[in-house]
């Protein structure tokens, strides 16, 4: 094998050899690893991060970065829970994504036609919507306590709760969409040669607005979802998962430099950072040496990627 196969077979799969290690090694150090009940918990505590990652895949294939997502969470958190409070339950749940999706567009627009990065956008962007859920909610937490809203996160069918059923048909709609569609073939133009894409013809500025978007009705639809479960509607809600949606997607293998990712691998990501939580978790291991292990895996996916641009 060659250096260039090793760095791309790293890059697609080294995410899933971290896994399979730290799942032996788990359930060899604790009886209550290994267990049904633990790694539904898992999955189901991570639904939100997974739905957020799964979107933000696409924003990152085609080049950009969101940090407004957690935002965006903490808006979709105060407008759900404000309209099952006032107007009626159901409808907060509705259209909390869509809230989500009109911000997410203002997102693309304004990286499209102010023409600066979508980093720095976002951030501005972030602090905008921060302060829009700070005022609708008064600083305040918003209490919902609604069988008709907590349904959603606190519910199960067929014996799986219901933001895990949302998450595995979110993720299946997304890598359809990625990879069986002309839009999502575009995506992987516009991000691996931008000036490519104008000269055969794409509309760039579109593809980009749409992928930011998608990352907005994905931050709307996580949102939902916590607020029902804790039946709370609250401006701080979402606070560092942008963060953690960016870093599983590394995890995951997608490139930071664009033209490269798929959704299952950032699925992947949001898990071995569940693995390492739950795992840190069970075995009663200092936080500090937690966050060190997630800072050096997250670093090594980085390099991973630098050498695969430079390769």
Do not use: C
Request: aromatic share 10%; no cysteine.
């Amino acid at each position: 094998m060659t250096r260039a196969q090793l760095i791309h077979f790293m890059q697609s799969y080294a995410v899933l050899i971290l896994i399979a290690v730290l799942m032996i090694v788990l359930s060899l150090s604790s009886d209550s690893f290994l267990t049904g009940r633990n790694l539904l918990n898992i999955l189901n505590q991570n639904a939100p991060l997974a739905i957020m990652a799964s979107a933000m895949t696409l924003v990152i294939i085609v080049g950009g970065f969101d940090l407004s997502v957690g935002a965006i969470f903490a808006m979709g958190s105060v407008a759900s829970a404000w309209l099952a409070l006032n107007v009626n339950p159901y409808l907060g749940l509705l259209l909390a994504p869509f809230v989500g999706l009109a911000l997410g567009f203002v997102n693309g627009l304004a990286i499209t036609t102010l023409r600066v990065h979508s980093f720095l956008a976002t951030i501005a962007t972030a602090l905008i919507f921060s302060g829009i859920a700070v005022a609708l909610s008064d600083g305040r937490l918003i209490s919902v306590r609604l069988d008709e809203f907590t349904w959603l996160g606190r519910g199960r069918f067929l014996g799986v709760f219901n933001a895990v059923w949302l998450m595995a048909i979110f993720a299946i709609f997304l890598t359809f969409f990625l990879n069986h569609t002309t839009f999502g073939r575009r995506v992987f133009s516009v991000g691996g040669n931008e000036e490519a894409a104008i000269l055969s013809g794409i509309r760039t500025n579109r593809i980009k607005i749409a992928t930011f978007a998608i990352a907005g009705f994905a931050a709307g639809l996580a949102s939902i979802i916590t607020t029902s479960r804790v039946a709370l509607g609250q401006a701080s809600a979402g606070s560092g998962m942008e963060l953690q949606a960016i870093a599983a997607v590394i995890l995951g293998g997608t490139s930071i430099y664009g033209g490269q990712g798929a959704v299952w691998r950032s699925l992947a990501g949001v898990f071995l950072l569940a693995l390492v939580n739950n795992g840190f978790n069970i075995l009663s291991i200092d936080p500090f040496f937690r966050d060190l292990t997630m800072g050096l895996i997250i670093l090594a996916a980085v390099g991973i990627s630098a050498m695969g641009r430079h390769r």
